[in-house]
């Protein structure tokens, strides 16, 4: 029974593990539509979100089974805990690469309007946060998690520039593409979205490692 339970906690770390991955995957994919746009991409990630939502129902039932059948000492039982919460996070990361791809296909977001913008490095910026929160449960390394939440201060930055850089632009007299210029925002704001699951995926590492759960977004 013990071999069982040693291999479906090793399940739910592969699991979640691949989860986080495709993740990463979706985000990666989606700035580089927003950059090139030069084929129709959002069929590709959708497919890769749809997969990221098979996983979530999949590591949410390998949960539930672990709970039912095992009775997990208090170290796994946080491993576990934890998981079935995270997963809502990296899927509704998923989600947001889905939505800023579809926002992408509307075209009206030029690359030309990236390049050199407060966005890109911003959306770089939640990309790396994402890979640090994989990596931080992966090798369930606090600090590594630590250096997630305080990531999130840079993305938060980005985003009050490029607001700031909206409010000039809707007080300028050169307002020729009102269209792009709210798609700009909206995928500034699911990248500010992304950046906030980032910093619950860290919470929760930080939770398995410690036993302490401390301040959790939406």
Same mark, same amino acid.
């Given at each position: 029974?013990?071999?069982?339970?040693?291999?479906?906690?090793?399940?739910?770390?592969?699991?979640?593990?691949?989860? /986080?991955?495709?993740?990463v995957?979706? *985000?990666?994919?989606?700035?580089?539509?927003?950059?090139?746009?030069?084929?129709?991409?959002?069929?590709?990630?959708?497919?890769?979100?749809?997969?990221?939502?098979?996983?979530?129902? +999949? *590591?949410?039932?390998?949960?539930? @089974? *672990?709970?039912?059948?095992?009775?997990?000492? &208090?170290?796994?039982?946080?491993?576990?805990?934890?998981?079935? @919460?995270?997963?809502? #996070?990296?899927?509704?990361?998923?989600?947001? &690469?889905? =939505? *800023?791809?579809?926002?992408?296909?509307?075209h009206?977001?030029?690359?030309? !309007?990236?390049?050199?913008?407060?966005l890109?490095?911003?959306?770089?910026? &939640?990309? +790396?946060?994402?890979?640090?929160?994989?990596?931080?449960?992966?090798?369930?390394?606090?600090?590594? &998690?630590? !250096?997630?939440? #305080?990531? =999130?201060?840079?993305?938060?930055?980005?985003? =009050?520039?490029?607001?700031? /850089?909206?409010?000039?632009?809707? #007080?300028? =007299?050169?307002q020729?593409?009102?269209? /792009?210029?709210?798609?700009?925002?909206?995928?500034?704001?699911?990248?500010?979205?992304?950046?906030? %699951?980032?910093?619950?995926?860290?919470?929760?590492?930080?939770?398995?490692?410690?036993?302490?759960?401390? /301040? %959790?977004?939406?």
């Open positions: 029974m013990r071999t069982v339970y040693e291999e479906e906690l090793a399940q739910l770390n592969s699991g979640l593990t691949a989860m /986080g991955e495709q993740c995957k979706a *985000i990666q994919e989606a700035i580089d539509y927003l950059l090139t746009q030069t084929v129709d991409r959002e069929e590709d990630i959708a497919k890769v979100v749809n997969d990221i939502i098979q996983q979530e129902r +999949d *590591i949410e039932n390998l949960c539930l @089974k *672990i709970f039912l059948r095992q009775q997990p000492v &208090a170290a796994d039982l946080r491993v576990v805990s934890a998981a079935a @919460k995270l997963v809502s #996070d990296l899927e509704r990361i998923g989600n947001n &690469a889905d =939505d *800023i791809a579809e926002i992408v296909g509307k009206n977001v030029k690359p030309e !309007m990236v390049e050199n913008s407060d890109l490095p911003m959306a770089r910026a &939640a990309e +790396d946060m994402l890979s640090r929160a994989v990596n931080s449960f992966v090798k369930q390394d606090e600090d590594l &998690a630590r !250096m997630v939440i #305080d990531g =999130d201060d840079v993305v938060d930055d980005y985003f =009050d520039k490029v607001k700031l /850089g909206l409010v000039k632009y809707f #007080d300028s =007299d050169e020729e593409n009102i269209d /792009g210029v709210l798609d700009y925002f909206m995928i500034a704001k699911y990248f500010e979205r992304i950046a906030d %699951h980032c910093v619950n995926i860290a919470q929760w590492v930080v939770f398995i490692v410690t036993g302490e759960l401390e /301040g %959790h977004t939406n």
